[in-house]
């Protein structure tokens, strides 16, 4: 009767440890999963960031904006001044 109850004992704590890493693995799938979400959202911004980013720096954006605002241009032939080193 004493060996029926010992193993009875282990039988219930047997099942208390599966259930319990059952519910664990289940917890910590869903933190994977969400984080994988996370990671999707934040490569979809950085692609769009840096999209902007190359839209802003465009070659003919700066140089329109140079000549625009700052009153800039290409510098007369006569005007440029040659250092010799």
Do not use: F
């Not at 994988?36 to 190359?54: S, V």
């Not at 465009?58 to 904006?65: A, Q, T, V």
Request: proline share 2%; aromatic share 6%; with cysteine.
């Amino acid at each position: 009767m004493r060996r029926v109850m010992v193993l009875l004992v282990i039988l219930v704590a047997s099942a208390l440890c599966v259930e319990y890493t059952i519910h664990r693995w289940r917890m910590l799938n869903d933190d994977k999963n969400r984080i994988g979400q996370e990671l999707e959202a934040y490569d979809m911004e950085l692609g769009q960031l840096q999209l902007e980013q190359n839209t802003w720096a465009e070659h003919s954006r700066i140089e329109k904006l140079a000549r625009g605002r700052l009153g800039m241009g290409m510098p007369q032939r006569d005007s440029i001044i040659y250092i010799k080193p």
